[in-house]
């Protein structure tokens, strides 16, 4: 999508300019911008949204030392995740790994079972409760086996790549008197420079602006205000 909108931007300036010109899209820094809808759920609906949990043996959300992480281990009968992380915990000398080596494993009906999910959860924290969340990630690219940190705000914010790209801006905000720091934009254009032009409107910032627009007089906007129909800053 970001990289559409980008696309879109690059050729309405080529028809005005007859140049065209470089788009840098940062897959990690789009899906900084797309995150699971929980809070805005939250603050429409009022509705605490919640994770799914265990949807089978190795694939689901388990603890670490510092925090979670998510596990793909294995797609229906695609196991061929599953087979290196378990070799890794064995190569761990984790207790009881042994028994996730079976052919059993393979079968995702049998990873779905009550007690298989147990038995996984069990032995695989035993053996990510000695790591941190970065720790097993970076690891875990290595081995070709899919393990990803839950991340907090607090771990996107200091997130070392996004830091890198200079992706996050920053601007004063008069409505709460302070500096806030917004995502930046997740492409950027060769020729055209991308900058964080306002932060969120204060209650009632554009209220005499729009009103305005739409025809109405000082007079009417001061009677509204009196009568309690709308609130101008």
Same mark, same amino acid.
């Given at each position: 999508?970001?990289?559409?909108?980008?696309?879109?931007?690059?050729?309405?300036?080529?028809?005005?300019?007859?140049?065209?010109?470089?788009?840098?899209?940062?897959?990690?820094?789009?899906?900084?911008?797309?995150?699971?809808?929980?809070?805005?759920? @939250?603050?429409?609906?009022?509705?605490?949204?919640?994770?799914?949990?265990?949807?089978?043996?190795?694939?689901?959300?388990?603890?670490?030392?510092?925090?979670?992480?998510?596990?793909?281990?294995?797609?229906?009968?695609?196991?061929?995740?599953?087979?290196?992380?378990?070799?890794?915990?064995?190569?761990?000398?984790?207790?009881?790994?042994?028994?996730?080596?079976?052919?059993?494993?393979?079968?995702?009906?049998?990873?779905?079972?009550?007690?298989?999910?147990?038995?996984?959860?069990?032995?695989?924290?035993?053996?990510?409760?000695? @790591?941190?969340?970065?720790?097993? @990630?970076?690891?875990?690219?290595?081995?070709?086996?899919?393990?990803?940190?839950?991340?907090?705000?607090?771990?996107?914010?200091?997130?070392?790549?996004?830091?890198?790209?200079? @992706?996050?801006?920053?601007?004063?905000?008069?409505?709460?008197?302070?500096?806030?720091?917004?995502?930046?934009?997740?492409?950027?254009?060769?020729?055209?420079?991308?900058?964080?032009?306002?932060?969120?409107?204060?209650?009632?910032?554009?209220?005499?602006?729009?009103?305005?627009?739409?025809?109405?007089?000082?007079?009417?906007?001061?009677?509204?205000?009196?009568?309690?129909?709308?609130?101008?800053?």
């Amino acid at each position: 999508m970001y990289a559409a909108y980008g696309s879109m931007v690059a050729l309405i300036n080529a028809d005005l300019t007859l140049e065209g010109q470089y788009i840098d899209v940062s897959i990690h820094e789009s899906v900084a911008t797309a995150q699971e809808n929980a809070i805005q759920t @939250y603050d429409l609906e009022g509705r605490i949204r919640r994770g799914l949990g265990l949807i089978e043996a190795g694939n689901g959300t388990y603890k670490c030392q510092d925090g979670y992480v998510y596990i793909v281990a294995a797609m229906g009968s695609n196991a061929h995740l599953w087979y290196p992380l378990v070799d890794w915990m064995i190569e761990e000398k984790i207790p009881d790994a042994e028994v996730l080596r079976g052919e059993e494993w393979a079968i995702s009906d049998y990873r779905k079972r009550e007690e298989s999910m147990e038995t996984f959860k069990i032995i695989f924290e035993k053996f990510s409760a000695k @790591y941190t969340k970065q720790d097993l @990630y970076q690891e875990s690219q290595k081995r070709k086996v899919v393990i990803y940190p839950v991340n907090t705000a607090k771990d996107v914010l200091e997130n070392p790549q996004l830091n890198y790209r200079k @992706y996050f801006k920053e601007r004063y905000s008069e409505s709460v008197n302070g500096t806030i720091t917004y995502p930046g934009c997740p492409y950027e254009l060769e020729k055209i420079p991308w900058e964080l032009k306002c932060g969120a409107p204060a209650f009632g910032q554009h209220t005499a602006e729009v009103l305005r627009n739409l025809g109405y007089s000082t007079d009417d906007m001061k009677s509204f205000v009196k009568r309690g129909i709308s609130y101008a800053k």
